[in-house]
């Protein structure tokens, strides 16, 4: 089935939203992009953006970082984003990249002086991590200072570096890699947050460990509280602490929970989805789905019905 962008401020085939070679975020990596999650109910035909609105704010806090001019709100991306969900007419997981972007066509390094344009699509899109449990390293590439590039937004040229540690983890045998802040403590995956369970807790890297605040930790952090009962503890993370820890798991958009059996050639825990994985594992996959009445809120349907 095709797919459809909205491109130069209309809905177009997919294959005719192209840009032109000089055009200036190619080149320097000036752009800001999003990843939303479209998840399909097969028993009530209906697909359900998952907490589409925060998606769309971090997406403008970045664009105030980079001094990118949208003339849409929050409101409106998301409209945008569920006509063109409808125009695709997917019945299956479908993943919706935003991007805002410095759109001149001339070089040369700077922010000011330099025309925006935003242009959003839709594919589908199954597990990005395509396995039950996942094989980690610690990769030597780290997460950028704040004072370098902003991690907390997702600025395109940031994640060289995360493809750098992905590229080096599956070519060396394992799934995915696990980066570290600047000053050596554990940071996040390369396109996940990361969550140890050590005594019964979660324990999980702070903002200030260089990490993206993602919106599905968010959820987990949120979701452990509420349906199990578990807090969790922002904090620095040492490395060693990786290979002790009971249950190891990655969170992100695209990644939904990934449990970790592995890391540095090392067991964790026995080596199985943890309990307390597994568990929210389940409520999560609910909840994204719209079969969770409490967590609706959180769910945009996309269909009419």
Same mark, same amino acid.
């Given at each position: 089935?095709?797919?459809?962008?909205?491109?130069?401020?209309?809905?177009?085939?997919?294959?005719?939203?192209?840009?032109?070679?000089?055009?200036?975020?190619?080149?320097?990596?000036?752009?800001?992009?999003?990843?939303?999650?479209?998840?399909?109910?097969?028993?009530?035909?209906?697909?359900?953006?998952?907490?589409?609105?925060?998606?769309?704010?971090?997406?403008?806090?970045?664009?105030?970082?980079?001094?990118?001019?949208?003339?849409?709100?929050?409101?409106?991306?998301?409209?945008?984003?569920?006509?063109? !969900?409808?125009?695709?007419? $997917?019945? %299956?997981? /479908?993943?919706?990249? &935003?991007?805002? *972007?410095? @759109?001149?066509?001339?070089?040369?390094?700077?922010?000011?002086?330099?025309?925006?344009?935003?242009?959003?699509?839709?594919?589908?899109?199954?597990?990005?991590?395509?396995?039950?449990?996942?094989?980690?390293?610690?990769?030597?590439?780290?997460?950028?200072?704040?004072?370098?590039?902003?991690?907390?937004?997702?600025?395109?040229?940031?994640?060289?570096?995360?493809?750098?540690?992905?590229?080096? !983890?599956?070519?060396?045998? $394992?799934? %995915?890699? /696990?980066?570290?802040? &600047?000053?050596? *403590?554990? @940071?996040?995956?390369?396109?996940?947050?990361?969550?140890?369970?050590?005594?019964?807790?979660?324990?999980?890297?702070?903002?200030?460990?260089?990490?993206?605040?993602?919106?599905?930790?968010?959820?987990?952090?949120?979701?452990?509280?509420?349906?199990?009962?578990?807090?969790?503890?922002?904090?620095?993370?040492?490395?060693?602490?990786?290979?002790?820890?009971?249950?190891?798991?990655?969170?992100?958009?695209?990644?939904?929970?990934?449990?970790?059996?592995?890391?540095?050639?090392?067991?964790?825990?026995?080596?199985?989805?943890?309990?307390?994985?597994?568990?929210?594992?389940?409520?999560?996959?609910?909840?994204?789905?719209?079969?969770?009445?409490?967590?609706?809120?959180?769910?945009?349907?996309?269909?009419?019905?």
């Amino acid at each position: 089935m095709p797919s459809y962008a909205f491109f130069k401020n209309k809905y177009v085939p997919l294959a005719e939203a192209k840009i032109n070679v000089m055009t200036q975020a190619l080149h320097y990596g000036t752009a800001i992009f999003e990843g939303i999650r479209g998840n399909w109910n097969a028993k009530q035909q209906q697909i359900y953006f998952f907490r589409l609105k925060e998606h769309y704010q971090r997406l403008l806090n970045g664009c105030q970082v980079l001094r990118i001019k949208l003339p849409y709100s929050v409101d409106e991306l998301c409209q945008i984003t569920i006509e063109l !969900a409808q125009k695709c007419a $997917f019945e %299956e997981d /479908i993943y919706v990249r &935003p991007l805002a *972007y410095k @759109s001149s066509e001339a070089l040369g390094v700077r922010l000011h002086d330099i025309s925006d344009d935003y242009v959003v699509f839709i594919i589908p899109w199954g597990r990005y991590i395509d396995v039950d449990k996942a094989r980690c390293c610690v990769s030597s590439w780290r997460r950028p200072d704040d004072n370098v590039a902003p991690p907390q937004v997702k600025i395109m040229g940031n994640y060289a570096s995360n493809a750098l540690a992905k590229s080096d !983890a599956v070519e060396s045998g $394992f799934d %995915e890699a /696990i980066m570290l802040s &600047p000053d050596g *403590y554990v @940071s996040e995956g390369s396109g996940e947050n990361i969550f140890l369970v050590i005594d019964g807790k979660l324990v999980t890297p702070a903002t200030y460990n260089n990490i993206l605040p993602g919106i599905t930790r968010d959820s987990v952090i949120k979701l452990a509280k509420n349906e199990l009962g578990l807090e969790t503890i922002e904090r620095p993370i040492n490395r060693g602490e990786l290979y002790i820890a009971q249950e190891v798991f990655l969170t992100g958009t695209a990644a939904h929970v990934t449990p970790v059996a592995e890391i540095d050639h090392r067991q964790i825990g026995n080596g199985e989805i943890g309990e307390i994985t597994k568990k929210l594992q389940k409520i999560y996959a609910e909840v994204i789905r719209g079969n969770n009445p409490k967590y609706l809120d959180w769910c945009t349907p996309v269909y009419k019905k």
